[in-house]
């Protein structure tokens, strides 16, 4: 799919300016590390729902996103408006695709997961009925239809999570766009800086007072069983799911560690 990627602008109309928080939340503060700087981006409007419901479209190219990993389709509908989506994993230009409740099961449709046979393999997954995919988005992400109950879906996750969703909720059939992006490199700490990533310090290189692992003559072991955040927190490998919360009851078995 990479060869058939676009070189023409984006569709002007689509495109919406996209302020760069750099790490920062409502109130200024920092609550991601090592974020700031990077290339001005704009924000694509990308149909995660079913706005163009029962209505055929027609793939007109492939465009690189740069507020995301997985790649976009621009879909031209009857009647000429165009939208863009996320594209599934071999589909190709020219192809037709349908959001529709019982549309036919072929890659790239958008199904309601009722009509969904067991097996299928669907991305671009809602949580709630009619809010729009929230699930599995991510370049080469997949879940697998593994049961149906009543009014539930069963689905397995990337994480091999199994999970309970709505069947009236909607999903993309397939796999989403761009899988080998988990295997390239951007080789040069210039590439990092254009995305908008700072560089990282190691906490084993600093000083006892501004990191849990720092600290020792040369190079140290961090001297505990677990790795530590620079606030003392466990870090790596430690569950932060609550428990009680009212989605707990729809997971049917939870990932493995």
Known sequence: MKTQLSKKRPEK????????????NFSGRITVRHRGGGVKKMYRMVDFGQEKLGVKGRIVAFEYDPNRTA??????????????????????????????????????NRVMLKNVPIGTEVFNIELMAGKGGQMVRSAGS?????????????????SKEVRKVGAECFATIGQASHPE????????????????????????????????????EGRTGI?????????????????????????????VKRRSK
């Open 71 to 108: 790649y976009l389709a621009l879909v031209q509908y009857e009647g000429g408006d165009r939208r863009y989506v996320l594209a599934a994993h071999n589909t190709n230009v020219g192809d037709e695709i349908l959001c529709a409740a019982d549309a036919v099961v072929k890659t790239g």
């Open 13 to 24: 109309h689509l495109l919406r300016p996209l302020k760069s928080k750099a790490g920062r």
């Open 142 to 158: 997949t879940a697998k239809v593994m049961a149906y109950e009543g009014k539930y879906i069963h689905l397995q996750m990337p």
């Open 181 to 216: 992006y988990r295997f390239e490199n951007l080789h040069t700490a210039g590439a990092m800086r254009r995305k908008g990533w700072r560089p990282t310090v190691r906490g084993s290189a600093m000083n006892p007072c501004d990191h849990p692992h720092g600290g020792g």
């Open 223 to 251: 001297g505990l069983k677990n790795s530590k955040t620079p606030w003392g927190k466990p870090a790596m490998g430690i569950r932060t799911r609550n428990r009680k919360k009212w989605t707990a009851k729809l997971i």
